[in-house]
């Protein structure tokens, strides 16, 4: 999503999803209660329109279930109740998620005809064993030609991977994601595994059968991956769930929940940046690093615990950061300054 963009999410959990994936439960992870209706977009747009738009574009987004799955009636329900408020100029546009294997040429020209200029795909791994042990119901060779379709039919792609599914591991989902680059969508959205209540991989996880992909997996394997999107020039709009009250309060029971994983997941990519700039600098030496500004906070780490982590591993007397006016995440050394043994003891 741009800068200029303001997403107006409609949850519609599960509707239209014909499996059952081990990590999923929609009503808890989004916190929606029912189904949206056509009455419930007449409302959030007009709640929309008290707020001022600052020149920002208007999207109304379908989330939660697999659109293009659900009965065709139901859908131009829908799409049309959205289509009258951008005839009306209330909103811009729409987009909506749904599955791989839910997409063809007529979907797609319903959707054209009714104005939806994004769609969101559901890829989570592009590979075969981890989508089968998930309960995804599709291939990767599904994901694959759904978004060539997608792009070809001239919408926006954005696609959704994650990370610690059952049967993964670093690699498969660092091959996911050189997988995804190559299909060049418009944005992706990376969902580490969270273990939510009331689902199969609840359950898995409680007789032992899944091993819980943490929030320390989960920065570890997203400071490796989220590098790629970058150099790709693809962004990562989302890296996590999106916090609710339900999860916080406790249907999140284990997993990668962290109301910040994406801070987290930036601040480790500095920590490996400033690794590659330290090594051969002698033990003792006092260091200077400048950081673009905005990234000073994600550079120092929760606690001090990059710096700390860093003057333990290379054993040094000071490091200190410095901002500076960069805007493109590049880290740079200051200055180094050998202190020997017999002043550090003075």
């Not at 059952?20 to 009455?39: K, L, Y």
């Not at 989902?173 to 609840?202: H, M, S």
């Not at 000073?296 to 003057?311: A, T, V, Y």
Request: proline residues 4%; hydrophobic residues 40%; glycine residues 8%.
């Amino acid at each position: 999503m741009s800068a200029r963009e303001s997403i107006l999410p409609l949850f519609v959990p599960h509707w239209g999803c014909p499996w059952h994936c081990v990590f999923c439960n929609q009503n808890r992870i989004s916190g929606a209660e029912h189904t949206a209706t056509a009455a419930d977009i007449d409302k959030i747009i007009e709640e929309a329109a008290a707020l001022p738009r600052h020149g920002a574009e208007r999207q109304l987004a379908f989330y939660g279930g697999s659109f293009t799955a659900i009965p065709v009636q139901q859908q131009e329900t829908l799409l049309a109740a959205a289509r009258a408020q951008i005839d009306a100029g209330a909103i811009d546009s729409i987009r909506l998620s749904t599955r791989p294997d839910a997409i063809d040429e007529t979907v797609l020209e319903r959707l054209r005809r009714y104005g939806v200029e994004t769609v969101e795909l559901g890829a989570q791994s592009m590979d075969d064993e981890v989508l089968l042990l998930s309960g995804r119901g599709h291939t990767a060779a599904q994901v694959e030609n759904a978004s060539r379709q997608v792009k070809a039919a001239g919408f926006q792609l954005i696609l959704q991977m994650m990370t610690g599914l059952p049967g993964a591991d670093d690699e498969t989902d660092i091959e996911t994601a050189r997988r995804l680059i190559a299909l060049r969508p418009d944005g992706v959205r990376i969902y580490p595994t969270v273990i939510v209540r009331d689902t199969a991989l609840y359950e898995l996880w409680r007789r032992g059968e899944y091993r819980e992909h943490t929030v320390e997996d989960a920065v570890r394997v997203c400071a490796q991956i989220v590098p790629l999107f970058d150099a790709a020039g693809i962004p990562v709009i989302r890296l996590g769930l999106n916090p609710t009250e339900e999860l916080s309060a406790g249907a999140a029971v284990a997993g990668a929940y962290h109301p910040a994983l994406g801070e987290l997941v930036r601040s480790r990519m500095l920590l490996e940046q400033a690794r590659l700039l330290l090594q051969g600098v002698e033990k003792g030496s006092a260091v200077t690093l400048s950081v673009p500004s905005a990234l000073l906070s994600q550079m120092i780490g929760q606690h001090r615990r990059n710096l700390e982590q860093l003057m333990r591993e290379f054993s040094l007397s000071d490091l200190r950061v410095r901002p500076n006016s960069g805007k493109n995440g590049e880290i740079r050394v200051l200055s180094v300054k050998y202190i020997s043994s017999d002043r550090r003891m003075c």
